[in-house]
T-cell receptor, first 112, second 111 residues
Framework: DAGITQSPRHKVTETGTPVTLRCHQTENHRYMYWYRQDPGHGLRLIHYSYGVKDTDKGEVSDGYSVSRSKTEDFLLTLESATSSQTSVYFC???????????FGSGTRLTVV | DAKTTQPPSMDCAEGRAANLPCNHSTISGNEYVYWYRQIHSQGPQYIIHGLKNNETNEMASLIITEDRKSSTLILPHATLRDTAVYYCIATPVGGSEKLVFGKGTKLTVNP
Protein backbone atom coordinates (compact mmCIF):
# COMPACT_ATOMS: atom_id res chain seq x y z
CA ASP A 1 0.00 0.00 0.00
CA ALA A 2 1.09 3.54 -0.68
CA GLY A 3 2.86 5.12 2.28
CA ILE A 4 3.65 1.96 4.24
CA THR A 5 6.23 -0.71 3.60
CA GLN A 6 7.24 -3.78 5.55
CA SER A 7 10.58 -5.49 5.39
CA PRO A 8 11.52 -8.18 4.86
CA ARG A 9 8.57 -9.69 2.97
CA HIS A 10 9.67 -13.22 3.76
CA LYS A 11 12.10 -14.59 6.32
CA VAL A 12 13.13 -18.01 7.52
CA THR A 13 15.05 -18.10 10.77
CA GLU A 14 16.18 -20.66 13.31
CA THR A 15 14.76 -21.14 16.77
CA GLY A 16 16.55 -19.03 19.34
CA THR A 17 17.80 -16.35 16.97
CA PRO A 18 16.78 -12.70 17.24
CA VAL A 19 14.64 -11.27 14.47
CA THR A 20 13.64 -7.68 13.73
CA LEU A 21 10.83 -6.72 11.38
CA ARG A 22 10.57 -3.19 10.11
CA CYS A 23 7.55 -1.06 9.31
CA HIS A 24 8.22 2.20 7.52
CA GLN A 25 5.70 4.92 6.72
CA THR A 26 5.93 8.08 4.65
CA GLU A 27 2.61 9.51 5.86
CA ASN A 28 3.73 11.00 9.19
CA HIS A 29 0.86 9.23 10.95
CA ARG A 30 0.83 9.20 14.71
CA TYR A 31 -0.38 5.64 15.29
CA MET A 32 1.37 2.45 14.23
CA TYR A 33 0.43 -1.15 14.98
CA TRP A 34 1.81 -4.65 14.71
CA TYR A 35 -0.55 -7.60 14.23
CA ARG A 36 0.04 -11.27 13.64
CA GLN A 37 -2.30 -13.53 11.71
CA ASP A 38 -2.57 -17.27 12.13
CA PRO A 39 -5.09 -19.77 10.79
CA GLY A 40 -7.99 -20.08 13.21
CA HIS A 41 -7.05 -16.95 15.15
CA GLY A 42 -7.51 -14.10 12.76
CA LEU A 43 -5.61 -10.88 13.34
CA ARG A 44 -4.25 -10.33 16.83
CA LEU A 45 -2.67 -7.11 18.08
CA ILE A 46 0.91 -7.49 19.36
CA HIS A 47 1.99 -3.94 20.15
CA TYR A 48 1.07 -0.46 19.09
CA SER A 49 2.52 3.04 19.23
CA TYR A 50 0.86 6.41 19.62
CA GLY A 51 3.99 8.47 19.07
CA VAL A 52 7.77 8.47 19.18
CA LYS A 53 8.89 6.42 22.17
CA ASP A 54 5.25 5.84 23.17
CA THR A 55 4.25 2.22 22.87
CA ASP A 56 1.85 -0.16 24.54
CA LYS A 57 1.09 -3.86 24.61
CA GLY A 58 -1.63 -5.60 22.71
CA GLU A 59 -3.28 -8.94 23.40
CA VAL A 60 -0.35 -11.19 22.37
CA SER A 61 2.76 -9.21 23.35
CA ASP A 62 4.70 -11.96 25.17
CA GLY A 63 7.98 -12.71 23.39
CA TYR A 64 7.91 -9.47 21.41
CA SER A 65 9.34 -6.01 21.93
CA VAL A 66 8.97 -2.85 19.86
CA SER A 67 10.72 0.43 19.38
CA ARG A 68 9.80 3.69 17.75
CA SER A 69 12.65 6.18 17.76
CA LYS A 70 11.39 8.03 14.69
CA THR A 71 7.87 8.79 13.53
CA GLU A 72 8.36 6.84 10.32
CA ASP A 73 9.72 3.57 11.71
CA PHE A 74 8.17 0.99 14.02
CA LEU A 75 10.33 -2.05 14.70
CA LEU A 76 9.12 -5.39 16.01
CA THR A 77 11.75 -7.62 17.62
CA LEU A 78 11.57 -11.26 18.53
CA GLU A 79 14.41 -11.54 21.03
CA SER A 80 14.62 -15.33 20.72
CA ALA A 81 12.38 -16.70 18.00
CA THR A 82 10.26 -19.77 18.70
CA SER A 83 8.28 -21.98 16.34
CA SER A 84 5.04 -20.60 17.80
CA GLN A 85 6.00 -17.23 16.34
CA THR A 86 5.79 -18.57 12.82
CA SER A 87 3.12 -16.31 11.38
CA VAL A 88 2.26 -13.54 8.98
CA TYR A 89 2.94 -10.14 10.53
CA PHE A 90 1.08 -7.04 9.44
CA CYS A 91 1.89 -3.46 10.24
CA UNK A 92 -0.75 -0.73 10.13
CA UNK A 93 -0.75 3.05 10.32
CA UNK A 94 -3.46 5.51 11.23
CA UNK A 95 -4.08 9.16 11.95
CA UNK A 96 -6.71 7.98 14.38
CA UNK A 97 -9.70 5.70 14.19
CA UNK A 98 -11.75 8.36 12.48
CA UNK A 99 -9.59 7.86 9.40
CA UNK A 100 -9.25 4.08 9.28
CA UNK A 101 -6.12 1.98 9.25
CA UNK A 102 -3.83 1.38 6.28
CA PHE A 103 -2.14 -2.00 6.38
CA GLY A 104 1.14 -3.09 4.89
CA SER A 105 1.56 -6.12 2.67
CA GLY A 106 2.77 -8.34 5.48
CA THR A 107 5.90 -10.25 6.44
CA ARG A 108 5.77 -14.02 6.35
CA LEU A 109 8.05 -15.33 9.08
CA THR A 110 8.95 -18.98 9.45
CA VAL A 111 10.85 -20.18 12.52
CA VAL A 112 12.42 -23.61 12.04
CA ASP B 1 -14.86 -2.91 23.30
CA ALA B 2 -18.19 -4.43 22.38
CA LYS B 3 -18.18 -7.97 21.06
CA THR B 4 -19.46 -8.44 17.52
CA THR B 5 -21.02 -11.55 16.01
CA GLN B 6 -20.91 -12.33 12.30
CA PRO B 7 -21.88 -15.40 10.30
CA PRO B 8 -18.77 -17.40 9.38
CA SER B 9 -19.58 -17.51 5.68
CA MET B 10 -21.95 -16.20 3.03
CA ASP B 11 -22.41 -16.55 -0.70
CA CYS B 12 -23.56 -13.99 -3.20
CA ALA B 13 -24.14 -14.01 -6.96
CA GLU B 14 -22.03 -11.69 -9.05
CA GLY B 15 -23.86 -8.47 -9.84
CA ARG B 16 -26.25 -8.83 -6.94
CA ALA B 17 -26.14 -6.90 -3.68
CA ALA B 18 -24.20 -8.51 -0.86
CA ASN B 19 -25.67 -7.80 2.57
CA LEU B 20 -23.35 -8.72 5.42
CA PRO B 21 -24.89 -8.64 8.91
CA CYS B 22 -23.19 -7.89 12.19
CA ASN B 23 -24.61 -8.09 15.68
CA HIS B 24 -23.21 -5.81 18.38
CA SER B 25 -25.91 -5.91 21.03
CA THR B 26 -23.62 -4.68 23.84
CA ILE B 27 -22.32 -1.64 21.96
CA SER B 28 -21.98 1.49 24.05
CA GLY B 29 -22.84 5.03 23.07
CA ASN B 30 -19.29 6.09 22.21
CA GLU B 31 -18.42 3.04 20.13
CA TYR B 32 -18.23 3.23 16.36
CA VAL B 33 -18.83 0.34 13.98
CA TYR B 34 -16.00 -0.32 11.55
CA TRP B 35 -15.84 -2.61 8.56
CA TYR B 36 -12.67 -3.95 7.01
CA ARG B 37 -12.05 -6.67 4.49
CA GLN B 38 -9.12 -8.91 3.71
CA ILE B 39 -8.67 -10.30 0.25
CA HIS B 40 -6.75 -13.58 0.20
CA SER B 41 -3.40 -13.00 1.94
CA GLN B 42 -3.28 -9.23 1.56
CA GLY B 43 -3.40 -6.77 4.45
CA PRO B 44 -6.91 -5.77 5.57
CA GLN B 45 -8.52 -2.84 3.81
CA TYR B 46 -10.68 -0.19 5.45
CA ILE B 47 -14.20 0.00 4.00
CA ILE B 48 -16.40 2.27 6.08
CA HIS B 49 -17.37 3.23 9.61
CA GLY B 50 -20.26 4.91 11.40
CA LEU B 51 -21.72 5.82 14.77
CA LYS B 52 -25.48 5.90 14.38
CA ASN B 53 -26.32 7.36 10.99
CA ASN B 54 -26.23 5.36 7.82
CA GLU B 55 -23.09 5.95 5.82
CA THR B 56 -22.19 5.51 2.17
CA ASN B 57 -18.96 5.81 0.27
CA GLU B 58 -17.62 4.62 -3.05
CA MET B 59 -17.13 1.10 -1.77
CA ALA B 60 -20.19 0.32 0.30
CA SER B 61 -23.10 1.42 2.45
CA LEU B 62 -23.42 0.91 6.18
CA ILE B 63 -26.87 0.60 7.71
CA ILE B 64 -27.03 0.81 11.50
CA THR B 65 -30.28 -0.01 13.28
CA GLU B 66 -31.87 2.66 15.38
CA ASP B 67 -31.03 0.85 18.62
CA ARG B 68 -27.45 0.37 17.30
CA LYS B 69 -27.46 -3.28 18.24
CA SER B 70 -26.80 -4.46 14.73
CA SER B 71 -25.61 -3.25 11.38
CA THR B 72 -25.43 -4.36 7.75
CA LEU B 73 -22.69 -3.73 5.24
CA ILE B 74 -24.04 -3.53 1.72
CA LEU B 75 -21.96 -4.04 -1.40
CA PRO B 76 -24.48 -2.89 -4.01
CA HIS B 77 -23.17 -4.81 -7.02
CA ALA B 78 -20.82 -7.54 -5.89
CA THR B 79 -18.02 -8.61 -8.20
CA LEU B 80 -15.67 -11.59 -8.04
CA ARG B 81 -13.04 -9.24 -6.65
CA ASP B 82 -15.22 -8.68 -3.58
CA THR B 83 -14.58 -12.24 -2.44
CA ALA B 84 -12.86 -11.71 0.91
CA VAL B 85 -13.17 -11.99 4.67
CA TYR B 86 -15.19 -9.07 6.05
CA TYR B 87 -14.63 -7.88 9.61
CA CYS B 88 -17.08 -5.91 11.71
CA ILE B 89 -15.52 -4.17 14.73
CA ALA B 90 -17.00 -1.97 17.43
CA THR B 91 -14.62 0.29 19.29
CA PRO B 92 -14.55 3.78 20.79
CA VAL B 93 -12.83 6.64 19.01
CA GLY B 94 -10.54 8.78 21.11
CA GLY B 95 -9.55 6.04 23.51
CA SER B 96 -6.68 3.67 22.92
CA GLU B 97 -7.24 3.96 19.16
CA LYS B 98 -6.79 0.28 18.50
CA LEU B 99 -8.89 -2.27 16.65
CA VAL B 100 -9.51 -5.80 17.83
CA PHE B 101 -10.41 -8.10 14.95
CA GLY B 102 -12.72 -11.09 15.24
CA LYS B 103 -12.98 -13.94 12.75
CA GLY B 104 -15.21 -12.14 10.29
CA THR B 105 -17.43 -13.42 7.49
CA LYS B 106 -15.97 -15.14 4.46
CA LEU B 107 -17.93 -13.77 1.51
CA THR B 108 -17.73 -15.75 -1.69
CA VAL B 109 -19.04 -14.07 -4.82
CA ASN B 110 -20.02 -16.65 -7.40
CA PRO B 111 -20.14 -16.12 -11.18
Amino acid sequence: DAGITQSPRHKVTETGTPVTLRCHQTENHRYMYWYRQDPGHGLRLIHYSYGVKDTDKGEVSDGYSVSRSKTEDFLLTLESATSSQTSVYFCAISQGLDYGYTFGSGTRLTVV
Amino acid sequence: DAKTTQPPSMDCAEGRAANLPCNHSTISGNEYVYWYRQIHSQGPQYIIHGLKNNETNEMASLIITEDRKSSTLILPHATLRDTAVYYCIATPVGGSEKLVFGKGTKLTVNP
